[in-house]
């Protein structure tokens, strides 16, 4: 079955430091990617989309994320984190069985170390 | 643009009363509309999709119903709440990526 795994239930970086999280997707065509961020108590916000072309996607807050279809994978990164970026992080994919649905990971909380 | 708009923000209601959530987009015509349960310390679940006026589509078995009455309006509803119904419920709309709601804090009591 079509599925999205995010590996880290939790990581903890220092301010300034590079961030890398993980999400590994099982698909069996071309995938619509995607990468959100929610705030505590907050909706959540997308962050990128990788639907074709460049594997390498900018997206907002300094964000960026490679597909790497060889690994089925979908990491997102950022050079410096901020304070702010503490969150909730979540990769996700639209269904093959029905483009109406989005299949989200369980997500990775990012805590930021001062 | 689009905006999408959640009501209440916070909700406390005892065991055993029914519930009504709202959720209303604007700025965009016959979007495809998604009510998300998030538990606490848990990752999002979809309870039910529309993708127009009156199709509702239920992914799970549970205490709760979904309906459209208009295009850019999407209900969820109960009729007697469970204390397993607390949660962050979380309204979306598509066009492709999904665009989240501010989300309404159910507890049930």
């Known amino acids: 079955a079509q599925s999205v795994t995010q590996p880290d239930i939790h990581i903890t970086v220092s301010e300034g430091a590079s961030l890398e999280l993980r999400c590994n997707y099982s698909?069996?065509?071309?995938?619509?990617l995607f990468w959100y961020v929610q705030s505590p108590g907050q909706g959540l916000q997308l962050l990128l989309k990788?639907?074709?072309?460049?594997?390498l996607v900018q997206g907002i807050k300094g964000f960026e994320a490679e597909f790497k279809r060889s690994q089925s994978s979908f990491n997102l990164r950022k050079p410096s984190v901020h304070w702010s970026d503490a969150a909730e992080y979540f990769c996700?994919?639209?269904?093959?069985?029905?483009?109406?649905?989005?299949?989200f990971g369980s997500g990775t909380r990012l805590s930021i170390r001062p | 643009s689009q905006t999408i708009h959640q009501w209440p923000a916070t909700l406390v209601q005892p065991v055993g009363s029914p519930l009504s959530l709202e959720c209303t987009v604007e700025?965009?015509?016959?979007?495809?509309l998604y009510w998300y349960r998030q538990a606490a310390g848990r990752g999002l679940q979809l309870l039910f999709y529309?993708?127009?006026?009156?199709?509702i589509s239920s992914e799970v078995p549970q205490n709760l119903s979904a309906s459209r009455p208009q295009d850019r309006q999407f209900i969820l509803s109960s009729k007697k709440l469970l204390l397993s119904d607390s949660g962050f419920y979380l309204c979306?709309?598509?066009?492709?990526?999904?665009?989240f709601g501010p989300g309404t804090r159910l507890t049930v009591t």
């Open positions: 529309s993708v127009g006026i009156g199709q």
């Open positions: 700025g965009t015509s016959n979007p495809n």
């Open positions: 979306a709309w598509s066009i492709g990526e999904q665009y």
């Open positions: 996700a994919v639209v269904s093959y069985s029905s483009a109406s649905k989005i299949i």
């Open positions: 990788y639907f074709s072309g460049d594997t």
């Open positions: 698909y069996g065509a071309t995938p619509y």
